[in-house]
């Protein structure tokens, strides 16, 4: 955990519970507008679509991408964040 940034330690310190979509690493605060005005405003919404694609990173990214503007390096974060979170919780 010493080479996780900031924002993924305290991410992956507890479990998602009711936490906005801007609490997941990787979203920025125009990618997380972006996400809210489409109904993804909490951190659990986000992780069911990342289980719904079968934890698949790279189709994650694309579905970022595409559907909501993200950034390449966001969409990584992102991805590697809920990978992070669901070795630790499930």
């Given at each position: 955990m010493d080479n996780m940034s900031p924002r993924l330690r305290a991410f992956l310190s507890e479990p998602i519970g009711e936490?906005?979509?801007c609490w997941v690493d990787g979203i920025s605060h125009e990618l997380a507008i972006n996400l809210v005005t489409k109904g993804i405003n909490k951190a659990y919404i986000?992780?069911?679509q990342f289980l719904l694609m079968h934890k698949n990173e790279a189709e994650f990214q694309r579905w970022l991408i595409c559907c909501f503007g993200?950034?390449?390096c966001?969409?990584?974060q992102t991805s590697h964040c809920l990978k992070?979170?669901?070795a630790c919780f499930l």
């Open positions: 936490k906005d979509v986000l992780l069911g993200a950034t390449e966001e969409a990584q992070e979170w669901c």
